[in-house]
């Protein structure tokens, strides 16, 4: 059983920074698995934002490319998303997801019905 807890949302003005955390209990490292950001607001249906699976693959959204940066720690444990040069329009709740035993070569890593686990989100509020 795989669970994912969120943390590090917050508010911040246009042009200001945050980091996200995604801890993950129950994935092994060394077992290949895929990890994802998606971002929902209430006008918008939830869309990835950004994917990094165990062998350091990693995919953006093009609206975050060169600002969103996806990395994991040495132990697996955790997921981040450091976020640059924030625009109100990154405004939204931040997600988590996990698919086990997957690759960038065998997940469409952007459709999030390939994801098995999720986390409860955070919250993400940038004002301009």
């Known amino acids: 059983q795989v669970y994912l807890v969120e943390s590090g949302g917050g508010s911040v003005q246009a042009g200001g920074s945050l980091r996200l955390s995604c801890a993950a209990s129950g994935l092994t490292y060394n077992r290949r698995d895929c990890l994802a950001w998606f971002r929902q607001t209430p006008q918008k249906e939830r869309e990835a934002v950004a994917f990094l699976d165990s062998d350091g693959n990693s995919k953006y959204t093009d609206s975050v490319k060169g600002r969103f940066t996806v990395s994991r720690d040495s132990a697996g444990e955790i997921l981040y998303l450091e976020m640059n040069n924030l625009k109100p329009e990154d405004t939204g709740m931040y997600y988590c997801?996990?698919?086990?035993?997957?690759?960038?070569?065998?997940?469409?890593?952007?459709?999030?019905?390939?994801?098995?686990?999720w986390g409860q989100g955070t919250q993400v509020t940038v004002s301009s």
């Open positions: 997801a996990a698919r086990e035993r997957c690759t960038i070569a065998t997940i469409t890593w952007f459709q999030e019905a390939l994801y098995e686990s």
